[in-house]
């Protein structure tokens, strides 16, 4: 593999305050749609809820 890549930190991909609102948002969808992808919806909400540190 070739290239270069910047000496400068790297930024993570959400802010805490951005996981904590996918979060709710997540968590909304479940509710809105309890027969469909909310089940779903509400798991990936609790897997990445469990990998934030806490408030």
């Known amino acids: ?13 959400l802010t ?6 996918t979060v709710e948002l997540l968590q909304d969808l479940e509710q809105l749609d309890p027969d469909g992808r909310g089940r779903t ?7 990445l809820a ?3 540190p806490a408030p």
């Open 16 to 21: 805490h305050a951005e996981a904590r609102e």
């Open 41 to 47: 919806a509400g798991q990936l909400a609790a897997d």
């Open 1 to 13: 593999m070739t290239g270069t890549y910047s000496d400068e930190p790297r930024l993570v991909l």
């Open 50 to 52: 469990r990998r934030l």
